[in-house]
């Protein structure tokens, strides 16, 4: 072993303990600021509970189910607000879920390539609007317009409904949870439409050859196939609606109370933080705020890591059946 | 005759009432589908060509030349032009490389059961909401040093992290094995694999990431509203203040009742508009390009 002569041709000398450091630094930076990135996640939840622990202390779990807020009284709840949430994104998501999956499935079954990629683009670009803008529109031109045709509207067809009972108002819940809508159908349309890009072809293209129409084989195909996929979007969709405070705070109008009609001023979570904090009077005041937002953090997360759950359940049971 | 009648003749199913209501279905789902594109088509339409509309009459030399007014006088959004810019850019310097430290780390080194660890943990930190983001960076930093463009930057950094860092994940593992394992094989290290090999390859599908996070986090509101909203209308350049931003400059406009400040939130957000529409186009493009290259090689 020892009488090998050198080979002219030998690759001169490797250094390896230069390599070898090389890799671990780099792969001790990259760790580093991934763990970074985490432990960003972990304070942002530990410094929003820690601000509000004062008004945790004082109110409690009641805090959630006490309705008022009024600072010269010291009364303050959260329930005004965690209504007006659920309120203005259910409605949300009720209007854009049906919506997108109607979009996404005109951008993948029915529209050509020619058609649907401009269209795909332009449905994207709705989402760039910032949220800043489209609350401008909403207050300025959406709002009133809202308020003098569509509510009427309602109001003399559906009066009957206590939803839709009461006065016409150009700030209010309706137009809130009408802006929330144009936000969340790009969202949950792009979902949707990569889902029935996916949707396998032979499973539809049989379903076509044993008769069925267009609308069947999706309905009886490409939906049951997407269905996990959609609730993830939904549950996305919501979460982004849950968490939008400024477009909300432009065009909801700062109401108190809870009204059974959509028309007046409501207020939710995060607009209620937007709106006041900068002018919150008293540091019990500031802490009932950081309150509200320690709820919607958690409501936030919630659903988000449930349509993260979601999705990657989904995903393993495709790899399974794929392989 | 057209082709489709002769074909309906020898069609034994096209006389059963049940195919034709079966048909009439298919065309009703079919005209829903393609109304609901119009509508979110027209939705975009209308938002656009009110804010070009309302704006476009505003705008001029001075709009650009001047910062805000103080009473009476015909103002501008220079000082917000030049507070967005810094912000931005500096948001951008903190989170880029840190978002692409990670995303290495994730498709390069990292096991199955970390990479999915990282991944949701990015999925979540991006669902974490904006206004929300600015209270940390409130309760961290600006309680007890008061407001600085330094820390508004900081909170878009943490909005922009989670986007840039899962799309260029998502195209570092897009970048073929076979150049990974030619440059090991020819005694590449690791890292200058990644560095020289797999990062140049990914470089596009990476620039995209980035301008797409540049565009959203230039119109965040509510961050700065916590960190850098208190502020003079002056021009400056003083990072370590508070300055005017264009996000906030519409919104506190859009709240002020003088038709005077409305018509300048219609200028101001016909600019920032205009800004985001040409980032996504900019995005489009490298990223066309990009898929372009890697289809012909």
Known sequence: MSTVTPDPLAPAPIDRQGIRFGDVLFKGVALVAAIGVAAVLGSIAYKVFALAWPAIQEFGLSFIWTQGWNPNANVYGALVFIYGTVVTSVIALLLATPLSIAIALFLTEIAPGRVAAPIATMVELLAAIPSVVLGLWGILVFGPCVASHLEPFLNTWFGFLPIFSGDPSQAGVLPAALVLTIMIIPITSAICRELFSRVPRDLSDGSLALGSTRWEAIRRVAIPYAAPGISAAVLLGLGRAFGEAIAVTQVIGAGNTINQSLFPPGDTLGSRIASSYIGASSAIEAQSLLYLGAILLVISLVTNVSAQLIVNRFQKARRVSAG | ?????????????????????????????????????????????????????????????????????????????????????????????????????????????????????????????????????????????????????????????????PMVARATQEILELVPRHLREASLALGMPRWRTVYSIVLPTAIGGILTGVVIAVARVAGETAPLLFTSSITQNQISFDVHNALPTLPIRIFTLSESPSPDDQAAAWAAALVLIAFVLVMNIVAKTIAGRKRKSLEGG
Not at chain 2, 22 to 51: D, Q
Not at chain 2, 68 to 81: R, S, V, W
């Open chain 2, 1 to 161: 005759m057209s082709v489709a009648e002769i074909r309906d003749q020898y069609d034994i199913t096209a006389g059963s009432s049940n195919l034709r209501r079966r048909r009439r279905t298919e065309k009703a789902v079919s005209a829903v589908a393609i109304l609901s594109a119009l509508f979110a088509v027209m939705l975009l339409a209308l938002v656009l060509g009110t804010v070009l509309f309302k704006g476009i009459s505003q705008i001029d030399m001075d709009f650009f030349t001047k910062p805000a007014a103080l009473f009476g006088e015909k103002g501008g959004i220079a000082d917000a032009l030049i507070g967005s810019a810094l912000i931005v850019a500096m948001a951008t310097i903190l989170a880029v490389p840190i978002a692409i430290l990670v995303a290495i780390y994730i498709a390069e080194y990292a096991g199955p059961k970390a990479a999915s660890f990282f991944r949701v943990m990015l999925d979540v930190l991006n669902g974490v909401p904006a206004i929300i983001v600015g209270i940390f960076i409130y309760g961290m930093l600006v309680v007890g040093h008061g407001q600085s463009s330094v820390y508004g930057a900081m909170a878009l950094a943490i909005l922009m992290i």
